[in-house]
């Protein structure tokens, strides 16, 4: 697969270090219970869900019968009978009945929950801070894995369960990054650094390289679209879901001509905005799929054709509109599923 040439890209400047503990207003949680949620959740999403150890999490997808994205999320198997379902918040309504009409015979009850946890994101330093070893970096802590959360005062009761835990995610720009996730009456991590701006998590995200699906990207990709099978989104051994044909055939019959990439600009961007190249003036090449920005730097996750990522020239919103730089990913585009 061929990737764009990247002509010497400036690396963004952020006035703040990604490092610290920041609030996630965007973000909320799904709760699946009983004894079919594993199951019925593997029928659902892209990625194994039946297989995963309890502690265990992961990266998905929701999609309709046409592979087109409808949700993302982080899936977090807090126990055989409990799932949680990290995603945006703009989607858990409608993301909670879709599912749920599914759930037909199956032992499974959907529900929206983000009352009833605390959700944080760490990164940089922080995220050693709360494990308790400041020795982690970006390529010493791997992605999708689950670490428990010592808490001070559970340390001082006998046989206390964990009550608080620490999910890994893919690194961005260099930094490790993690959500904290714990139910509401669980203090939070005394010593975890400084307060971090929830735009710069933000902008974190996109230097991730992983979008999220939110409700103006809404049924737009499908998840090769955004990369999700280069970092772990997308399980190509398991059975059926809703747009697993789809999925399939654009991963094994070669038809995929539309990636993900970071962009950035002078200019603030928008999910849902059109991308233009001088190619041609008249038809969008690409779609933002998740923005952000710190006041200054503004970046991007795009979904684009890889024809407009050769010897182009972007532009946001149209033709006329402020100019795009690729930036490199922070991960390869896998060629072997």
């Not at 070893?133 to 206390?160: C, I, N």
């Amino acid at each position: 697969m061929s990737t764009p040439a990247f002509a010497n890209p400036p690396a963004p400047h952020f006035d703040v270090p990604l490092s610290g503990l920041s609030a996630l207003p965007h973000l909320g949680v799904i709760r699946a219970t009983g004894a079919d949620a594993a199951s019925f959740l593997h029928n659902q999403l892209t990625n194994d869900v039946l297989l995963m150890k309890d502690g265990e999490c992961r990266l998905a997808a929701f999609c309709n019968a046409k592979g087109r994205m409808q949700a993302s999320f982080v899936v977090y198997k807090r126990s055989a009978e409990e799932v949680l379902l990290i995603c945006r918040r703009d989607l858990i309504a409608q993301t909670v009945k879709r599912l749920s009409m599914f759930v037909m015979r199956a032992k499974a009850k959907l529900s929206d929950a983000t009352a009833e946890f605390q959700l944080l994101g760490l990164a940089g330093e922080s995220v050693g801070l709360v494990l308790g070893d400041t020795s982690l970096t970006a390529q010493t802590l791997p992605a999708w894995q689950r670490r428990v959360w010592a808490s001070p005062l559970a340390a001082k009761t006998e046989a206390v369960a964990a009550t608080a835990d620490v999910l890994t995610l893919y690194p961005a720009l260099n930094q490790p990054r993690a959500f904290w996730i714990a139910p509401v009456d669980v203090p939070l991590p005394a010593h975890a650094g400084p307060v971090l701006n929830p735009e710069l998590w933000q902008v974190g995200e996109v230097m991730s390289g992983i979008a999220w699906v939110e409700q103006a990207t809404f049924e737009a990709f499908v998840p090769q679209m955004l990369n999700y099978e280069s970092v772990d989104g997308v399980n190509f051994k398991k059975g059926c879901y809703p747009g697993q044909e789809i999925v399939a055939r654009s991963q094994f019959r070669g038809t995929l001509k539309r990636r993900a990439f970071i962009v950035q600009s002078t200019a603030p961007m928008t999910a849902g905005q059109e991308v233009f190249s001088n190619l041609d003036a008249t038809q969008p090449c690409g779609l933002i799929a998740q923005a952000a920005h710190d006041g200054t730097v503004c970046v991007a996750i795009a979904e684009l054709q890889l024809a407009a990522t050769e010897n182009t020239t972007l532009h946001l919103g149209a033709i006329d509109g402020a100019t795009l730089q690729l930036l490199p990913l922070p991960y390869a585009l896998r060629d072997d599923i």
